[in-house]
């Protein structure tokens, strides 16, 4: 079975400055990554995801995420973070069981952004 | 249209009462899920539909019980719940759930629950 897991449980930042969420997945032959978004109180959306193709994905958001093969990892990165960012961050892998698709998180990652 | 709505937003029940929460996405999608979440934990995968037939259950005892009437819609109906059920309950949808192309679920805003 896939999963991933994320290295940090939660990274304060001061706004501006850059931040990058740790994730790494367990080998497998067809890897799809994915980052969610949580802001207080709401449901998860999807910031990014990695299918296949270019191993650099973009957020409308300005967030970014590389996929990394090698080092099975798959990281988020700000270059610079605002108030607004504040939430909890998701890592998960799309696996397969039963003939049907699941989501496996990561344990999340809570971003705080201090003034 | 990307939303997947869920009501009620707030759910206060007793251990013996019956309840149900609701799920709704008219964007076509064939395939729906549900989600438990505790808090500052991950969501946890309770079930999944797929062509309105049941595909999987993650052990999920027998108090809880989903039901998919159609494409559109997806109920959790709740009976004799423990106090340590008390979540946020999500639900998701995405196109198909049967193709293994990695594909992206939309979440509703969850229906928080508190059994006493």
């Known amino acids: 079975a896939q999963s991933v897991t994320q290295l940090d449980s939660q990274v304060p930042v001061f706004e501006e400055a850059p931040v990058e969420l740790r994730c790494n997945y367990s080998?497998?032959?067809?890897?799809?990554l994915f980052w969610y978004v949580q802001y207080p109180n709401q449901g998860l959306q999807l910031l990014l995801k990695?299918?296949?193709?270019?191993?650099l994905v973009e957020s409308i958001n300005g967030f970014e995420a590389e996929f990394n093969k090698s080092q099975t990892s798959f990281h988020l990165r700000k270059p610079s973070v605002h108030i607004s960012d504040t939430a909890e961050y998701f890592c998960?892998?799309?696996?397969?069981?039963?003939?049907?698709?699941?989501?496996?998180f990561g344990q999340g990652t809570r971003l705080t952004i201090n003034p | 249209d990307t939303e997947v709505t869920q009501t009620p937003k707030h759910l206060v029940m007793g251990m013996t009462n019956k309840k149900s929460l609701k799920c709704e996405q008219h964007?076509?999608?064939?395939?729906m899920y549900w989600y438990k979440q505790k808090a500052k934990k991950p969501p946890e995968l309770m079930f999944v539909?797929?062509?309105?037939?049941?595909?999987i259950n993650e052990s999920v005892p027998s108090r809880f019980s989903p039901e998919c009437p159609n494409s559109s819609l997806l109920n959790l109906h709740l009976h004799a719940l423990q106090p340590e059920d008390s979540a946020l309950y999500l639900c998701?949808?995405?196109?198909?759930?049967?193709?293994?192309?990695?594909?992206?679920?939309?979440f509703g805003p969850g229906t928080r629950l508190l059994v006493l």
């Open positions: 080998s497998s032959v067809s890897v799809y």
């Open positions: 990695y299918l296949s193709g270019s191993t």
């Open positions: 998701a949808s995405s196109q198909d759930g049967a193709e293994w192309v990695g594909e992206t679920q939309y």
């Open positions: 539909y797929s062509y309105e037939k049941l595909s």
């Open positions: 998960a892998v799309s696996d397969r069981a039963q003939g049907a698709q699941k989501l496996v």
């Open positions: 964007m076509g999608h064939r395939a």
